[in-house]
């Protein structure tokens, strides 16, 4: 099994429409849970990050965390053709703060106008 | 302020050759990350340095990659021995200095070195 997981998409939704990006994550013991966005030929640019269960918002985002079903998600609201990108899950290696991330594959969003 | 720098942006050798790949973080900041992306895959960790020092080389995939940090701001990622195999592009991220009340400090990532064993 692979520490993170993600459907690699492409995940295609019309303008205006919300977006659902899901992640599973393997190791227990992860406390920091992130959402990156990668443009194409880009680096990664940080979206959302999460350390608690439940939801939190930032603007057209929400991140989506359930630690005992090591699922977390993000949903994206009124997408907009600029969110066309490659969304990547990452969680922090076992339970020591400020180490490696874990990245999943990214799942590719198309917001089509 | 300046975000984190990679030199050079591309780098094209040939097998067997040694390649040098550095990094310049965010001022400031003591975590300094490297990481491997190959096409359609996330990142892929290879070190992490809490100052001078590799706090985790877990990731370096053999005893050809290494990387040094010696003042504790640039960093150097070194491929001896390049295979075709190492085409990727390399990306380094640094983080600040940890806030007790955050279990993780965000990571911030440089444009990448785009990597090309010929």
């Known amino acids: 099994q692979k520490e993170v997981e993600q459907n690699s998409g492409p995940l295609s939704v019309p303008e205006g429409a919300i977006a659902s990006l899901n992640c599973t994550y393997s190791?227990?013991?992860?406390?920091?849970f992130f959402w990156y966005r990668q443009y194409s030929g880009k680096s990664p640019e940080l979206i959302m990050s999460?350390?608690?269960?439940g939801d939190k918002e930032d603007g057209r985002f929400t991140a989506q965390l359930n630690k005992a079903s090591q699922y977390v998600s993000l949903l994206i609201r009124d997408s907009q053709p600029s969110d066309s990108a490659t969304y990547l899950c990452?969680?922090?290696?076992?339970?020591?703060?400020?180490?490696?991330?874990?990245f999943g594959k990214g799942t590719t969003l198309s917001v089509s106008s | 302020g300046a975000g984190v720098s990679q030199t050079p942006s591309n780098k094209v050798t040939e097998k067997g050759k040694y390649v040098e790949l550095r990094c310049d973080p965010i001022?400031?900041?003591?975590?300094l990350y490297w990481y491997r992306q190959s096409l359609g895959q996330g990142p892929e960790f290879l070190i992490y340095?809490?100052?001078?020092?590799?706090?985790?080389d877990s990731g370096l995939p053999n005893d050809r990659f290494f990387a040094v940090r010696p003042e504790g701001s640039v960093s150097t990622l070194k491929i001896q021995r390049t295979e075709r195999g190492d085409s990727a592009v390399y990306l380094c991220?640094?983080?600040?200095?940890?806030?007790?009340?955050?279990?993780?400090?965000?990571?911030?990532f440089g444009p990448g070195t785009r990597l090309l064993v010929l």
């Open positions: 340095f809490q100052g001078t020092g590799a706090a985790d």
């Open positions: 990452a969680v922090n290696r076992l339970n020591q703060a400020g180490t490696a991330l874990i």
């Open positions: 991220a640094s983080s600040p200095p940890r806030r007790g009340w955050l279990p993780e400090e965000t990571q911030y």
């Open positions: 190791d227990r013991g992860s406390q920091s």
């Open positions: 001022s400031g900041h003591t975590a």
């Open positions: 999460i350390y608690s269960n």
